[in-house]
């Protein structure tokens, strides 16, 4: 069964969709990754010009991306709900209203992955190292354990 994951961070400008294209090049068919984020503030626009370059340097095209902000409909869609730090995972906890909390969880267990934004280049490239690093910690067949 292919799992559909989605990836969660405040904007879907930087962190969310670059995870969304590190994990569809982990596991490839056997995952469908979407990303969202909480605000619409970058809703049809590119990814962070920065991003895009980190994502290049490791082999990853992010320029297709386009900022879409979360649904409810994302949530019941997702075997998985990735959020990238706290704050946002708290935020999901309070739109899903109890039907989905069992699918919410941190992208790296017990640790946040601190939003880049506002930040210099190598503060992105640490930044998409580290999601890079976490592909490792989801398989594509089965749950794995809260964080």
């Given at each position: 069964?292919?799992?559909?994951?989605?990836?969660?961070?405040?904007?879907?400008?930087?962190?969310?969709?670059?995870?969304?294209?590190?994990?569809?090049?982990?596991?490839?068919?056997?995952?469908?990754?979407?990303?969202?984020?909480?605000?619409?503030?970058?809703?049809?626009?590119?990814?962070?010009?920065?991003?895009?370059?980190?994502?290049?340097?490791?082999?990853?095209?992010l320029?297709?991306?386009?900022?879409?902000?979360?649904?409810?409909?994302?949530?019941?869609?997702?075997?998985?709900?990735?959020?990238?730090?706290?704050?946002?995972?708290?935020?999901?906890?309070a739109i899903?209203?109890?039907?989905?909390?069992?699918?919410?969880?941190?992208?790296?267990?017990?640790?946040?992955?601190?939003?880049?934004?506002?930040?210099?280049?190598?503060?992105?490239?640490?930044?998409?190292?580290?999601?890079?690093a976490?592909?490792?910690?989801?398989?594509?067949?089965?749950?794995?354990?809260?964080?």
């Open positions: 069964m292919m799992r559909k994951i989605l990836t969660v961070c405040l904007g879907n400008y930087c962190r969310s969709p670059f995870a969304q294209v590190a994990l569809t090049r982990r596991y490839g068919a056997a995952v469908t990754v979407r990303s969202a984020g909480l605000i619409g503030k970058w809703q049809d626009q590119p990814a962070h010009p920065s991003m895009i370059n980190a994502a290049r340097r490791l082999g990853l095209d320029t297709h991306h386009r900022g879409r902000q979360i649904t409810v409909g994302d949530l019941d869609w997702a075997d998985d709900v990735l959020a990238m730090d706290t704050a946002v995972l708290d935020t999901l906890r899903d209203g109890g039907h989905t909390t069992h699918k919410l969880r941190l992208y790296l267990p017990g640790r946040d992955i601190p939003d880049p934004t506002g930040q210099g280049e190598d503060t992105f490239k640490e930044c998409a190292m580290l999601i890079e976490g592909t490792a910690l989801h398989t594509a067949g089965r749950r794995q354990p809260s964080g």
